[in-house]
T-cell receptor, first 116, second 112 residues
Framework: SAVISQKPSRDICQRGTSLTIQCQVD?????MFWYRQQPGQSLTLIAT?????????ESGFVIDKFPISRPNLTFSTLTVSNMSPEDSSIYLC?????????????FGPGTRLTVL | GDSVTQMEGPVTLSEEAFLTINCTYT??????LFWYVQYPGEGLQLLLK?????DKGSNKGFEATYRKETTSFHLEKGSVQVSDSAVYFC???????????FGSGTRLQVQP
């Protein structure tokens, strides 16, 4: 499976600022996704990062708040803009690998964000 | 839409006890089913998967069987260890929606 790294691993930020999270994969992958895990909660998909085109956002998430870049098949960034304490979460990127009839997703270690 | 329902936690067991964590799903078509595990302070790790009806996924002593007739994918282990203490997530994906739909997660606590 692909090896996925994220930077930073954690950060503490002030209200109103922005943070960009990087996701790097050691091989080219077709599918990349960004998820949010709020404290004590399950994972919610933010968007699908599309290489060479705009990301596809889920209901409740907008580009102005969570701009995403995907310049190539091994790298993506997620920015959390104009942060508030409600944005305190773990942000995870995942990559999808097709194997036969199944798509299996593997996750990065996550970025733990605290907004004061 | 797609959904995954897991049993409420926390589940507290003694070491060497038998584990079952229930998972049922609703989805159109024929989804693939997954169990992920999240150890304290870490990201998600794929535990096992099954891609079609009656498939059994297994890994590290854990098993789950894809039951289409009951739309279930219950996780089992015959003898849990303290090191199994973690949060377990059931999830599905399907053609047409590659992203995962997760259940709410079940926290397992194993006591010595």
């Amino acid at each position: 499976s692909a090896v996925i790294s994220q930077k930073p691993s954690r950060d503490i930020c002030q209200r109103g600022t922005s943070l960009t999270i990087q996701c790097q994969v050691d091989s080219q992958v077709t599918m990349m996704f960004w998820y949010r895990q709020q404290p004590g909660q399950s994972l919610t998909l933010i968007a699908t990062a599309n290489q060479g085109s705009e990301a596809t956002y889920e209901s409740g998430f907008v580009i102005d708040k969570f701009p995403i870049s995907r310049p190539n098949l091994t790298f993506s960034t997620l920015t959390v803009s104009n942060m508030s304490p409600e944005d305190s979460s773990i942000y995870l990127c995942s990559v999808g690998e097709a194997s036969g009839s199944a798509d299996t997703q593997y996750f990065g270690p996550g970025t733990r964000l605290t907004v004061l | 839409g797609d959904s995954v329902t897991q049993m409420e936690g926390p589940v507290t067991l003694s070491e060497e006890a038998f584990l079952t964590i229930n998972c049922t799903y609703t989805a159109t078509g024929y989804p693939s089913l997954f169990w992920y595990v999240q150890y304290p302070g870490e990201g998600l790790q794929l535990l096992l998967k099954a891609t079609k009806a009656d498939d059994k996924g297994s890994n590290k002593g854990f098993e789950a069987t894809y039951r289409k007739e009951t739309t279930s994918f219950h996780l089992e282990k015959g003898s849990v260890q303290v090191s199994d203490s973690a949060v377990y997530f059931c999830a599905l994906s399907r053609a047409g929606r590659r992203a995962l739909t997760f259940g709410s997660g079940t926290r397992l606590q194993v006591q010595p």
